[in-house]
């Protein structure tokens, strides 16, 4: 089983939708929980980051993490043509950062 | 600012040749890292320098592959001999300093695209 489970995608929505990105963990020790945005042949860029259990919110993005359930969320409202990418999610162990494999997205205008 | 530099963004070579990749972070980070990302996987971190030392190399395939960072600025990596399971985009990414939570201010490299053959 892997650390940190991500649906590959790809998942395509229209313009304005809900977004709602998803990733499970096996680790209880992960602490801080963050979302990276990765454009095609680009390095992937720090969209959010939260510590411990909780909702935080940044304009569109909304990310939730439930450490009981080992469940993490971001959610993108209002959604952009310009917000299709590759999202991964990453939990931080040892200082060590362990990525998910990432959810493409595609927002149809 | 300017960001993390990487060159050269894409090479391809043949399984046993060597391979260098060079990074120069973002001016003043102490903390350097590069990750190995194979397509449709997420960034598996190889090697993660602060200043000029070591911190973790738990993950570096050290039979092949080695790393340095000279001055505590630039790093490179190496691979030699090169695999057909080395093909992957290999990033460089640069943090402020170390200390939790290092990694949440991470910035990254375009990356460098290698294909062996």
């Known amino acids: 089983q892997k650390e940190v489970e991500q649906d590959p995608g790809p998942l395509s929505v229209p313009e304005g939708a809900i977004v709602s990105l998803n990733c499970t963990y096996s680790?209880?020790?992960?602490?801080?929980f963050m979302w990276y945005r990765q454009y095609s042949r680009k390095g992937p860029e720090l969209l959010m980051y939260?510590?411990?259990?909780g909702n935080k919110e940044d304009g569109r993005f909304t990310a939730q993490v439930d450490k009981s359930s080992k469940y993490i969320s971001l959610f993108i409202r209002d959604s952009q043509p310009s917000d299709s990418a590759t999202y991964l999610c990453?939990?931080?162990?040892?200082?060590?950062?362990?990525f998910g494999s990432g959810t493409r997205l595609l927002v149809r205008p | 600012e300017a960001g993390v530099a990487q060159s050269p963004r894409y090479k391809i070579i043949e399984k046993r040749q060597s391979v260098a990749f060079w990074c120069n972070p973002i001016?003043?980070?102490?903390?350097l890292y590069w990750y190995q990302q194979i397509l449709g996987q997420g960034p598996k971190l190889l090697i993660q320098f602060q200043n000029n030392g070591v911190v973790d190399d738990s993950q570096l395939p050290k039979d092949r592959f080695s790393a340095e960072r000279l001055k505590g600025v630039d790093s490179t990596l190496k691979i030699q001999p090169a695999k057909l399971e080395d093909s992957a985009v290999y990033l460089c990414a640069s943090s402020l300093m170390g200390g939790r939570p290092m990694n949440t201010e991470a910035f990254f490299g375009q990356g460098t695209r290698l294909t062996v053959v």
């Open positions: 001016s003043g980070h102490a903390t």
């Open positions: 939260t510590y411990s259990s």
């Open positions: 680790n209880s020790a992960f602490q801080y």
């Open positions: 990453a939990m931080d162990s040892s200082y060590k950062l362990i």
